[in-house]
């Protein structure tokens, strides 16, 4: 059981990079369907694709703690859940510049019990491109960091078999600003992420140290 609810919290909880589906009704039948040109299909675009990271990205200056401060996602937990988010902080660390790898710890708090979970993101050709690989390859999680000035926000983009989740990072809870706010916002607008599918984090009463009975690691994979 408590597998169970370990591989929930690293899913549920601190990625949020889900799926969500929709269904559509057909009705009336055509008794004479007339034969019609079918249309060239459009080259699929990813929308991570249209995303490029923010320029000459330096993966040393990211590393360090960072506070999540908003959620865009139509992820299906938060749109039930978003209301109930927890604290939630993201440390990256790099062994070695020429290291290919960064190693991320998310701690977070679920059913009043801190939790730390144990991830790597994998660099790739492109700065500021990142995977976060997943049990299969067609389940891996690509990472672009949008924006960024290193010293007080980042904003990256996480998508999962086509759909986008958006994260706003923050060095401290004290420093937002409105224009920052605003800014996310913007970026959400453009991915179809309205007002009605962003969730703000608490601020205050992050974790602190996490006893090794709730760490889930999640490497290479969960």
Same mark, same amino acid.
């Given at each position: 059981m408590a597998g169970v609810w370990r591989c929930?919290?690293?899913v549920m909880?601190?990625?949020c990079v889900?799926?969500? $589906? !929709? !269904?559509e009704a057909v009705g009336g039948a055509k008794s004479r369907p007339r034969p019609q040109r079918r249309r060239p299909k459009k080259p699929k675009v990813n929308p991570i694709d249209v995303t490029p990271p923010a320029q000459n990205i330096d993966m040393q200056q990211m590393t360090g703690t960072w506070h999540l401060l908003n959620t865009a996602s139509k992820c299906s937990y938060l749109i039930n859940h978003g209301t109930k988010v927890e604290p939630t902080v993201m440390t990256l660390t790099r062994s070695s510049a020429s290291d290919q790898t960064l190693s991320v710890s998310s701690k977070t708090r679920h059913i009043n019990q801190c939790w730390e979970i144990l991830q790597? %993101?994998?660099l790739t050709p492109t700065p500021g491109r990142l995977m976060l690989k997943g049990a299969r390859p067609e389940?891996?999680?690509? =990472?672009? =960091?949008?924006e960024t000035d290193y010293s007080s926000y980042a904003v990256m983009y996480y998508q999962k078999q086509g759909k986008i989740t958006m994260k706003l990072y923050g060095?401290?809870?004290d420093n937002l600003s409105e224009p920052m706010l605003t800014k996310f916002e913007q970026l959400a607008a453009k991915q179809d992420? $309205?007002?009605? %599918?962003? @969730?703000? @984090?608490p601020t205050y009463s992050h974790c602190g140290d996490v006893d090794q009975d709730h760490v889930i690691n999640c490497v290479p994979t969960c």
């Open positions: 929930m919290l690293a909880v601190l990625m889900c799926l969500w $589906g !929709s !269904s790597v %993101y994998n389940l891996n999680t690509e =990472i672009v =960091i949008g060095r401290s809870v992420l $309205g007002l009605a %599918y962003l @969730f703000p @984090f």
